[in-house]
């Protein structure tokens, strides 16, 4: 049976392919992680670990030489998409204001909903797709994007800003394993061939990872609304990043892949509501619409990645 060449024949198989099996599988059968716990609980929620094992192993390969470019690269996508968030949230503000629409298809859509939407990436979406498609040196710009990550962004969108702040700490540990990587790689270069071989078997495995922490009936609940914010998210985010990713000397390839929602996303009205309690009537429908973002951006931006990655003539790494 040839079925890694039929994955591969999907765009972005190596990756939606093992998501979309762990979203199924976690909506129909959601308590197989506590039923069998031991290595296959592990494997369904580990998708942190693994990232930190992806990350170090990209790192490997990435030369000390590249450091200018990721400040480059990542200071764009980042400057991107809080721009794009920041400028569709203050349009949407002059009919929404701080409540939301109540009745018709659009019921239940505030700015909320999708400045958080808009503002935060799915980082092991960009760093897996980016270890398809991208240079070397891309996935590192990830170490600049994750500054978006949280409500901080959103509140400053809102007009709340200084209510939320990211310890030194956590930013740190979020880049600390690709400069561990970096670190191991440039000091010897057999350890680089040796780490870097593993990068893309990682990829199947933390997607299955990520797609088992995805309940598919969260775009149920919310519905065509939340289905057409996602397709909006990636429309409107993908365009304006990869424009920029282009005029900045790239493919557009690190720009389409950063036009995601983050999971962590979700929780961002809630923590808005909790630092400004106008919000609060706002936040279950929020969430909802946002849940359903990071679904729909998961399984669309490594189609259409993979899509313009072919029409630019970059082929995956096998």
Known sequence: MKIKATIERIPGGMMIVPLLLGAIINTLFPSIPKTFGSFTGALMTGSLPILAVFYVCMGSTIDFKATPYILKKGGTLLG???????????????????????????????????????????????????????????????SIMCLESGPFLTMITLGVAGLAAFPWQTLVGAILPLVVGMILGNLDKELREFLGKAVPVMVPFFSFALGAGLNLQNVWQAGILGVLLGIGVVVISGITLLLMDRLTGGNGIAGLSAASTAGNAAGV??????????????????????????????????????WWAKRVGVTARQ
Do not use: H, W
């Not at 935060?120 to 240079?135: I, R, S």
């Not at 009205?269 to 998961?298: D, E, G, M, Q």
């Open 80 to 142: 991107t998409k809080i721009l794009t968030a920041v400028i569709v949230g203050l349009i949407a503000s002059r009919f929404l204001g701080e409540g939301m629409i109540e009745s018709g298809l659009f019921a239940g859509l505030s700015v909320v909903a999708i400045v958080a939407a808009m503002n935060d990436t799915n980082g092991g979406l960009y760093m897996a797709l980016m270890g398809q498609f991208g240079k070397k040196e891309d996935v590192g710009a990830y």
């Open 269 to 306: 009205p809630a923590a808005v509501a909790a630092a400004n309690s106008v919000y609060a009537p706002v936040v279950p429908s929020a969430t909802a619409l946002v849940a359903s973002c990071v679904i729909v951006t998961a399984i669309l931006v490594p189609i259409v990645t993979a």
